[in-house]
Nanobody, 121 residues
Framework: QVQLVESGGGLVQAGGSLRLSCAAS????????SAWFRQAPGKEREVVAA???????TYYAASVKGRFTISRDNAANTYLQMSDLKYEDTAVYYC???????????????WGQGTQVTVSS
C-alpha cells in the first residue's frame, strides 16, 4: 500500500552531519504519521523521531533531541536532518509510516529497507 525507500546514509566523522531521505509512493496519505527508527547491532529497533502530518506534532528520542530534525514535504517524503553526530548514532536507519500517532514500532506497517549510518570517532 505504501512503499518507502531511504537514501542518504554513509560514513561521517563525529560532529558531522547527514541528511536522510525517505521517498514515499502508493497510498501515502493513508499514513499520516512518519517516523525514523534505528537499529544498532545487537540492539532493539528504537524510535528516533516521529511527525504527525495533521497537526505537525513531533517526537524525538532524548538521545537525539536538539541534534536531529524530522520533516515531511507535501508529497509525503520524509527527511531526517542529523547534526553533531556521535559514535553511538551508528545504526541502520529505517523510515516508517503509520495511521496512528505512536512511537510503538509494532504499530507501523510500512517500512523502508534501511540505510546504514556509520559515525567514526
Amino acid at each position: 500500500q505504501v512503499q518507502l525507500v531511504e537514501s542518504g546514509g554513509g560514513l561521517v566523522q563525529a560532529g558531522g552531519s547527514l541528511r536522510l531521505s525517505c521517498a514515499a509512493s502508493g497510498r501515502v496519505f493513508t499514513r499520516y504519521v512518519s517516523a525514523w527508527f534505528r537499529q544498532a547491532p545487537g540492539k532493539e529497533r528504537e524510535v528516533v523521531a516521529a511527525l504527525n502530518s495533521f497537526n505537525r506534532s513531533t517526537y524525538y528520542a532524548a538521545s537525539v533531541k536538539g541534534r536531529f530534525t524530522i520533516s515531511r514535504d507535501n508529497a509525503a517524503n520524509t527527511y531526517l536532518q542529523m547534526s553533531d553526530l556521535k559514535y553511538e548514532d551508528t545504526a541502520v536507519y529505517y523510515c516508517a509510516a503509520s495511521n496512528r500517532w505512536t512511537t510503538d514500532k509494532n504499530e507501523y506497517d510500512s517500512w523502508g529497507q534501511g540505510t546504514q549510518v556509520t559515525v567514526s570517532s
